[in-house]
Structures are given as C-alpha cells and as structure tokens.
C-alpha cells in the first residue's frame, strides 16, 4: 500500500513537469478516442513513457494522454483505458485515476462503448450513467485502506454526481440532440455476454452492459471526485438483436457516433 502512495506521488511528479495542472479528466473508451482532436494546445505523453503506467494492448486504443484546453478548460484525457480483461489487476486498472487525483482533478468525465439492453435503445445512442451494478463482485478497493485516498467505507448513493447529470442534460437538450439514461453493468469480458446473461441483467435493472468504467468509478469516488458518466451504445446486447456481436463493429459504431458524443462532452465541459 506505501508502494501505490509512493507510485502515484512519483507519477503525478513526473507528469506535473510536462503538464499544467489539469481540472478535468476525461477517459476515452473504445472508438471514442478522437476526442482529444477537440484539445487545443495539446501535449502528449505516451503511456510508456510514464512511470508506472500499464501499457494498453487493446485495438481502438492508442494508449496515452492528451492534456490542453476545452472551451476554456484544463483538461487532461486518457486516450485509451486499462480493461480487468487485458489482465491487469483492479489496482493498475484504477492507476489513473489515482494520479489524477492527485493532479488536483475534481471532476472526472468517463466514456465506454456498452452494449444496449433497454428495449427503446438503438446503436449510436448516447446514454447518461445514473447508477450501475457491479456484476463482477470484485472492489478496486479491496485490501488496506490509506485514509490519505479516501475512506475505508466511501459512500456509493451518488456515485454519479447528480450536479454533473443535471448539467449533461441541460447540454442535451440546448444541443437538441436525445440523451437516453441509464443503469450500466459491468460484466469482465472478454467474451461478450450470453442472451440468458443480458436477460438476467435486464431483470436486475441494468438498461446497458460493458466491460470497463466501474473500477474507476468506485476509485473515483473514494477519492472524493465528483463523476459523469456517458455509454455509446454500439450494439443491441447479445440475443435482443439479430446480429452475432463483433469488436470491429462495435468500434465501428463507435467511431460513427463520435461526432455527436464530441459535441455533447465539449458543450458540457464549457458548461462546468
Ligand atoms: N457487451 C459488453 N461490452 C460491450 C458491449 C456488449 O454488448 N458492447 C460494447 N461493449
């Protein structure tokens, strides 16, 4: 535990002598990326390059951070996100958030593509996160807790903050463009589920499934940020549509509703 105190200081150390002081943090899910082409002034640093990163190893990501300016803000983005799935453990999955915090970021903006279980959700949506199951039953903060992140026992009630929700939705609609809402399961992947897994997912309340974004959340929130969180619906889930599921298209579906996610994520940053 003294180790990952240590690590996140060094890193955050090392990132402060390449980057200003970032406000916001952005995480960029599978085919969502190009987001950081709304960064003016950027600066980049590959994950390889930062003590004590991960290294991704999943297509559709590149794998480094983008810090600079969105209307008017500091952000700081995460061009690519460590998945339980690729192997690693819930700590390095949760690294960046971690140092982001200790970056001084209060505000973290995370994006995932997710898979569409509510009936009324087609691909290509955007759905706002108002809650989500962990269907994994494991905890990034699982083991010693060092008060100096958070507490032992850190509060989940609004583990999407409210304010942050509001502020999307008031985005939204001034852009007139539909913003669905939902409960996001996380499942660990890497095979995508099966029809009876998103049928019994649909019973507990969960209106979209993917396999990312809740470890974050959880650390997030011990550390006292305040989060939003946003799913592009790249597919009907496994047995509601026609379809067998596939990656590339899942990306593909993506990378097709981009522009719109850009728009809606750029108007709420210059609304915070
Ligand atoms: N299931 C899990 N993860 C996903 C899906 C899905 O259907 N689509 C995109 N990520």
Not at 23 to 32: D, E, F, P, R, Y
Not at 134 to 159: C, K
Not at 179 to 189: D, F
Request: hydrophobic share 40%; net charge negative; with cysteine.
């Amino acid at each position: 535990m003294e180790q990952l105190l240590t690590k996140i200081k060094e890193t955050s150390t090392y990132l402060l002598q390449c980057l200003n002081h970032p406000q916001i943090g952005l995480v960029l899910g599978s085919g969502l990326g190009d987001l950081v082409e709304q960064i003016r002034e950027p600066m980049t640093v590959a994950y390889h390059e930062i003590p004590h990163f991960p290294v991704t190893t999943v297509e559709g990501h590149s794998g480094r951070l983008v810090a600079g300016i969105i209307e008017g803000k500091k952000v700081l983005a995460m061009q690519g996100r460590f998945h339980y799935y690729e192997g690693y453990s819930l700590e390095e999955v949760t690294f960046p958030i971690r140092v982001m915090r200790e970056l001084g970021i209060k505000t973290l903006i995370i994006t995932n593509a997710a898979g569409g279980i509510n009936a009324c959700f087609q691909p290509g949506d955007i759905m706002l996160i108002t809650d989500h199951i962990n269907f994994l039953g494991l905890n990034p903060l699982r083991g010693p807790n060092h008060v100096e992140l958070g507490p032992r026992f850190p509060d989940m009630t609004e583990a999407y903050s409210p304010e942050l929700q509001a502020i999307a939705r008031q985005t939204a609609a001034r852009l007139g463009m539909t913003l669905r809402e939902g409960i996001y399961a996380w499942v660990s992947g890497p095979s995508y589920e099966t029809p009876a897994e998103v049928k019994l997912l649909g019973l507990l309340g969960a209106d979209a499934v993917g396999m990312s974004t809740v470890p974050e959340v959880i650390v997030a929130n011990h550390g006292g940020m305040q989060v939003l969180g946003l799913s592009c619906i790249t597919n009907v889930a496994a047995g509601l549509g026609h379809a067998r599921l596939d990656h590339e298209d899942v990306v593909a579906t993506a990378e097709k509703g981009k522009g719109e996610f850009q728009k809606l994520i750029s108007g709420i940053i210059g609304a915070l």
